[in-house]
């Protein structure tokens, strides 16, 4: 039980910052990759530090799989009308 508390405590501390559609408030979130919806954009928090990346030309980041892949692959962009 006291595991599960701990994993929740961090899971509520990491993710208070995290934004779904803009930049992630990086002193805030946990250090990781964020995406910016149906985007080649994404943005890497490290050491409470924000950097912005691109996927190479044609491709758009997949927030499920924190990697760049073909628009029709990315499922976030098959959610919504772009």
Do not use: W
């Not at 509520?12 to 002193?27: M, Q, Y």
């Not at 250090?31 to 691109?54: A, D, P, W």
């Amino acid at each position: 039980a006291t595991m599960l508390r701990l994993a929740v405590l961090v899971f509520l501390v990491c993710t208070r910052g995290a934004a779904l559609d803009g930049k992630p408030d990086c002193s805030k979130v946990c250090e990781g990759v964020y995406g910016k919806g149906c985007s080649s954009e994404f943005y890497l928090c490290r050491n409470t530090i924000l950097y912005t990346m691109h996927c190479h030309s044609g491709l758009y980041f997949d927030p499920l799989t924190k990697a760049c892949n073909f628009k029709e692959k990315v499922r976030i962009c098959a959610d919504r009308r772009y």
